[in-house]
């Protein structure tokens, strides 16, 4: 984790994914340090990207979340997202067909079928896939292996009564939101994802009961997580599920991007 300096802007980033390929992503948070009349006034959000850079020559992937309104960070493309931040509640579910549980090893074919799957569905129009579908899914599946670290993540799968694997979950820490890390981590739902064939049967549901339990198991004080704007199946989900969304900006940086060298 590290935490940058910016006048009016509290920021934080964090090592994100995690893989016996090297493969890594950097992800950072910046909201505004001062809430009130003033904050239009505050001072722009720098450029991130340079300096981040910097620090971790490996990142290949740098996305930057902006919740609050600001300027263009230069060389980044814009993704208009709803942002969504919610203290882990129980969530009741009533399908008795679905079981939810932690991913086993014997699971891996399944989930990354369904993951690919996913993914090509939820790259934003105008985005490379950065990393080739084996390496993203090694990635992931990597950051469930050293489990109870930030930047570390559990992935549920939701199986039927047959024990076929109907979809999945991934849940990661995030550090405290506050720069002195005197709050409680946070949890990231990094994806959520449900088989073609098994659409409107609650599995959705059920995947997201279990992640609340686990979030507050965990003691997690806040669940957060972003949804395209234009992914209206996804908005429609969480929004019947009593979630409210914030519009906030995702920023991502193209890998090619010019590292800083001093």
Not at 5 to 17: I, Y
Not at 210 to 227: I, N, T
Request: charged share 20%; with cysteine; net charge negative.
């Amino acid at each position: 984790m590290d935490v940058l300096d910016g006048s009016a802007w509290a920021t934080t980033s964090c090592t994100w994914l995690h893989t016996a390929r090297g493969v890594t992503a950097g992800w950072v948070e910046a909201r505004l340090a001062r809430k009130g009349p003033d904050s239009q006034a505050a001072s722009p959000l720098p450029d991130l990207s340079a300096e981040l850079r910097k620090k971790n020559p490996d990142w290949r992937l740098l996305r930057l979340v902006l919740h609050d309104e600001g300027p263009e960070p230069l060389g980044a493309k814009r993704f208009p997202v709803n942002f969504f931040s919610v203290e882990p509640r129980p969530l009741l579910h009533e399908s008795q067909d679905v079981s939810v549980s932690l991913a086993t090893e014997e699971d891996r074919s399944a989930w990354q079928h369904l993951y690919v799957e996913y993914r090509a569905a939820q790259i934003p129009p105008g985005s490379l896939p950065y990393e080739s579908d084996e390496a993203a899914a090694d990635a992931v599946w990597g950051m469930s292996l050293r489990r109870q670290l930030p930047g570390t993540a559990d992935i549920l799968v939701a199986r039927g009564q047959d024990g076929a694997v109907l979809g999945a979950a991934t849940v990661a820490r995030l550090p405290a939101a506050d720069a002195a890390g005197a709050s409680a981590p946070r949890g990231y739902l990094g994806d959520l994802f449900v088989s073609p064939t098994a659409h409107c049967k609650g599995v959705g549901r059920a995947l997201m009961a279990e992640v609340m339990a686990r979030c507050k198991e965990m003691g997690f004080s806040e669940l957060c997580w972003y949804c395209l704007q234009s992914n209206e199946k996804a908005m429609s989900f969480y929004r019947n599920l009593g979630f409210v969304p914030t519009a906030a900006t995702v920023w991502q940086y193209p890998e090619d991007a010019p590292s800083a060298s001093g």
